[in-house]
């Protein structure tokens, strides 16, 4: 079922990158950030010498990668929030067409890119196979294609780049809190908004809120002063811990040596429901906010008055409702949705 199963036919580890993230995890910062620590001296200087696609539902104009993409050289590899871009050496000989550009790949959900040999036969759901130089094969593999591929120009890119917002770690203070705190959004949902920050997602944004001992539905305009930059602290700090330990592992998530990351072991909220905090011993709750589900401690970070949990969603609370979790993924696979709600 899942990617992973397809491991068997990966060859050795020190030339594997897998990123596959089951449930409603997906890659965030830590984790896009180490599959692009592995990917980066394997890519750098490689020419890419054929493309080959399969199902493109998931690829922003596929005739672009088709024509642009043989005959380049990958730059550098590098992450833009929970982006992957290969930056591309422009063609020598054709100055005025094929200008430095990038090709943008998002993992989704599912997504992962790993090199292989060519003669390797391919993966099952493996829908892009870019040919390169050393004899290997750029392999984008994803049952689901929930991410996104694009080839795009430098001044696409410049305008791609430009509709996301800042990078937690670049970030300054100042900026951060004009962030977060000028808008009447609920916190929870401005962690999550791509264009406000780039790389958070619902495991980091709720480990940091709980380290921050701030509930996600307190309206950022809200926050003060103080509690805006405990906020700022642990995200950064929580972020460079993931890092650090190749990202969190919540089913199957491998990095670029084909090991688990080791950060779901230090989660003091997500994915506790019922367990006590390891702050006060409360047990962890789980609430919807802004449409996703939270965790919270219910002593340590105090909703905001008139803030109830009817909310709550009591088909993601019951694993057996399998209506419920067809119609949330139908609501997933929605591209529009998926954008607003700050997935890309
Ligand atoms: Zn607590």
């Known amino acids: 079922m899942s990617g992973i199963n397809n491991l068997s036919s990966v060859s050795s580890p020190s030339t594997v990158v897998i990123v596959s993230s089951g ?78 550009g990038a090709l943008l790949v998002h993992l989704g959900m599912t997504g992962w890119l790993v090199p292989q040999a060519a003669s390797q036969p391919r993966a099952k759901h493996t829908h892009a196979a870019l040919l390169l130089d050393d004899g290997r094969e750029l392999r984008y593999v994803d049952q689901r294609r929930f991410g996104r591929m694009a080839y795009l120009d430098r001044d696409r890119l410049e305008t791609e780049l430009r509709r996301w ?12 809190e004009r962030r977060i705190t000028g808008r009447r959004a609920r916190v929870k949902a401005l962690l999550l908004d791509q264009r406000v920050l780039r790389g958070v997602g619902n495991i980091y944004a709720d480990e940091s809120l709980w380290r921050a001992k701030i509930h996600p539905a307190v309206l950022g305009s809200r926050l003060s002063k103080q509690t805006t930059d405990a906020l700022y602290h642990a995200l950064r700090r929580i972020l460079l811990r993931a890092i650090r330990m190749r990202g969190s592992t919540i089913s199957d998530f491998l990095d670029a040596e084909g090991l688990p990351g080791e950060y779901q072991r230090h989660h003091r909220v997500y994915g506790r429901e019922g367990k006590p ?7 962890i709750e789980r609430v919807m906010v802004a449409g996703r589900s939270s965790y919270v401690c219910p002593h340590c970070q105090r909703p905001p008055r008139g803030f109830r949990t009817v909310g709550l969603d009591k088909r993601v609370r019951n694993p057996n409702a399998s209506t419920g979790k067809r119609n949330a993924l139908r609501r997933l696979n929605s591209k529009a949705t998926r954008r607003a709600q700050g997935f890309f």
């Not at 890519?43 to 493309?51: C, F, H, N, P, Q």
């Not at 937690?168 to 900026?175: G, I």
């Open 23 to 100: 449930g409603s995890a997906m890659p965030e910062l830590p984790e896009v950030e180490t599959v692009k620590r592995g990917l980066a001296p394997q890519l750098a200087g490689r020419r890419i010498l054929e493309v080959t696609l399969g199902k493109t539902d998931f690829v922003d104009e596929p005739e672009l990668l088709l024509r642009e993409l043989p005959g380049r050289v990958i730059r550098l590899v590098e992450r833009y929030g929970k982006f992957l871009l290969l930056r591309l050496e422009a063609a020598k000989e054709s100055v005025p067409s094929r200008d430095d």
């Open 165 to 176: 917002g800042a990078d937690p770690l670049e970030t300054s203070r100042p900026e951060f």
């Open 277 to 283: 905090c390891v702050r006060c011993r409360s047990l």
